[in-house]
């Protein structure tokens, strides 16, 4: 088998994908998987499919072709706001998207027409995270001129948190959507198929919440592959936490000492290091490296240190542990660490 290479265990991915769908399934909230992460591998996402999710969500055009291209037969979200040079393609190959732009919403309405399609629309809105999103006083406004819109169906609002700001969907926050969800119903006599609160990180609000109130939809990705909620970053309860691994493969074993030696300057990442004098360690070279995967995101599963990393090494202190040139040692991937190594061309998906 070569190296480095992430193995996926198809199975623990399909047990947590089963076990989060009838979690939320049970307070009438409809989960979609967001398949990012895995870069639109249809090999997953046909298991995902196979747990009775229905829909597939990513923020890229380029995964969700490549689902469609594999036969996979699933509605397709598309997560990231729809680029206007995009709308064309958005159209013809994204059930629905999730938009915050009125003039992006305006073109994916021309390219429906021209499609004779309806492209479904659901608004995000800015609940203080900070990403994307209307701000809330916009949003009603904003509805009457996509209704007004041939070509597009407004189908639902949602919102992002715990993304860029940390801000935590917590029950004041997902209120808010609720609210904001029932002014829309109101004031414009339509139902909302969705009312997408958030991703992954909704977990602990849905497990303390008393009333979900009209939140009917998440969109999970983290929660899915590495088993955990991303607030905290704790494992959730059933779920399986190591459905991905990554394999390296030792190039040079040698003792030598802890602390570099010469005139110190900068080094390949552009700073001057520090290190402390342990004497003399066993280092361990492995054949990846910063171009490969994110090494911050790497625990090696067994007891040894990463030291640092280059473009194409990364340095370990192996501490009793013996290693020759050809062993492999295994690593859990946190969520940034899995996106780089799924993306990088330099790493194998070994499926099992
Ligand atoms: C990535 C993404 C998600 C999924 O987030 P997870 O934390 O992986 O569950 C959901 N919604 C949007 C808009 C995203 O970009």
Redesign the pocket.
């Known amino acids: 088998m070569s190296t480095p290479r992430v193995e996926i265990n198809l199975g623990k991915i399909a047990h947590n994908g089963s076990a989060l769908r009838e979690l939320y399934d049970a307070r009438g909230i409809q989960i979609c998987a ?1 398949t ?2 895995v870069c639109g591998d249809a090999r997953i996402a046909e298991v995902l499919v196979k747990c009775g999710i229905r829909t597939l ?1 990513d ?1 890229r055009m380029a995964n969700i072709r490549r689902m469609r291209d594999a036969g996979i037969e699933a509605q397709f979200l598309l ?2 706001t729809p680029f206007i040079s995009q709308a064309e393609a958005v159209v013809m190959f994204a059930d629905v998207s ?1 938009n915050s732009d009125l003039s992006v919403i305006e073109k994916l309405s021309e390219f429906a027409l021209k499609q004779h399609v309806r492209h479904q629309i659901i608004l995000m809105v800015e609940l203080g995270d900070l990403r994307e999103g209307l701000m809330p006083l916009d949003l009603l406004g904003t509805v009457e001129r996509v209704i007004e819109l041939e070509g597009v169906q407004l189908v639902g609002i949602g919102a ?1 948190l715990a ?1 860029f700001g940390g801000i935590e969907p917590d029950q004041g926050k997902m209120g808010e959507l609720s609210s904001l969800a029932q002014d829309i119903e109101d004031g414009f006599g339509l139902v909302l198929t969705y009312v997408s609160g ?4 909704n977990y602990s609000w849905f497990l303390s919440t008393p009333d979900v109130g009209k939140i009917n939809h998440l ?5 899915i592959y590495l088993g955990c909620e ?1 607030l905290h970053r704790q494992p959730i309860p059933g779920l399986f936490t190591d459905a991905f691994k990554l394999v390296a493969e030792v190039i040079e074993s040698k003792i030598k000492p802890s602390l570099p030696y010469g005139q110190v300057s900068q080094n390949s990442s552009g700073h001057v290091p520090s290190f402390h004098d342990l004497g003399e360690i066993r280092r361990v070279i492995l054949g990846i490296g910063l171009q490969d995967v994110l090494v911050s995101g790497l625990t090696p599963r067994a007891k040894v240190d990463i030291l640092g990393a280059s473009s194409d090494h990364i340095i370990m202190n192996t501490h009793q542990r013996e290693y020759v040139a050809g062993d492999e040692v295994a690593f859990d991937l946190n ?1 940034g660490a899995l996106i780089s190594a799924m993306a990088s061309p330099y790493v194998e998906k070994l499926v099992m």
């Open positions: 967001v990012k992460a969500a923020s997560l990231r999730l992002n993304c958030g991703n992954s990180g969109r999970l990705g983290e929660s991303p969520y």
